[in-house]
């Protein structure tokens, strides 16, 4: 099973994604995950993303594409993956279509999850990541049980540089130019369900497995 979960930043996706992963025993790649990890260990590849991801903007597509191409054909993608994060562009999506024609699969489903712009801006200001394993909290909507502490695997909670509101709204005009016409680019291979992001996270968890295991039967 291959899903890709496409939505603004904030929208949830990360979030659905912990749980989906569990519950279908799916591989997980997170483009921003993987860059952030680069950009932490200093690495040639992290510090070309840097400059992009401090300013909101998209990383170069033959940068992500390859980081992409390299996790699917690892071994614990055979049962199947979460694409979370990616594709972000047109152009990211045919070279993944590319890809996967070469692998001899093809994507199962696209969950576009659908969140106001200004609820998605609460909880990107609100949120708090996990310095060690990368879960994701919320101040107000999802807070950890002991402050600033991850409840999974006991690390320090902080704010992503890239969660202040001057570089939200950035992120956010980048999505509506670059990857929204991904939903058109989906909506016309019948690929898409839309999910009204707006709701609790359990609600949302259950629509989207409903989704999956409809288009799965
Ligand atoms: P994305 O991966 O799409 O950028 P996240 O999963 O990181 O989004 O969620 C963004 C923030 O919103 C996090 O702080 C998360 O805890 C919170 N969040 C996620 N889903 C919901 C929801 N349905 N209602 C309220 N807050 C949510
Ligand atoms: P995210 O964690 O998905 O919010 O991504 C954080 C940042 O990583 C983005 O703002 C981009 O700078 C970069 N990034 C993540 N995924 C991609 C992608 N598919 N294409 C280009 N840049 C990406």
């Known amino acids: 099973m291959l899903i890709i979960l ?4 904030g929208a949830g996706k990360g979030t659905q994604a912990d749980r989906l992963v569990k519950k279908y025993d799916l591989a ?3 483009t921003g ?3 952030r990890a680069a950009v932490k260990s200093g690495s040639p590849l992290g510090r070309e993303a840097r400059v992009f991801m401090e300013q909101g903007q998209l990383v170069p597509d033959e940068v992500v594409v390859g980081i992409v191409r390299e996790r699917l054909t690892a071994p614990d993608c055979t049962g199947g993956a979460i694409l979370d994060g990616f594709p972000r562009t047109v152009a990211q999506a045919q070279a993944l279509d590319k890809v996967l024609g070469e692998i001899g699969t093809g994507i199962d489903r696209v969950i576009h999850i659908e969140v106001d712009e200004e ?3 609460t909880r990107l200001t609100g949120r708090r990541v996990c310095r060690d394993c990368a879960a994701t909290y919320h101040i107000n909507f999802n807070p950890p049980r002991v402050r600033n502490v ?4 006991g690390g320090e909670l902080y704010q992503r540089e890239d969660d202040s509101l001057s570089t939200v709204q950035e992120r956010l005009a980048v999505y ?4 929204a016409p991904l939903i058109d680019y989906y909506g016309r291979e019948n690929l898409i369900t839309i999910i009204d992001g707006n709701r609790e996270i359990e609600q949302i968890f259950s ?4 989704a999956l295991e409809v288009g799965s039967a």
């Open 28 to 30: 997980y790649i997170a």
């Open 6 to 9: 496409l939505g603004p930043p």
């Open 150 to 153: 991850c409840d999974q695997c």
């Open 176 to 179: 509506r130019e670059q990857t």
């Open 119 to 121: 609820e998605l801006i």
């Open 207 to 210: 629509d989207i497995s409903a």
């Open 33 to 35: 995950d993987i860059l």
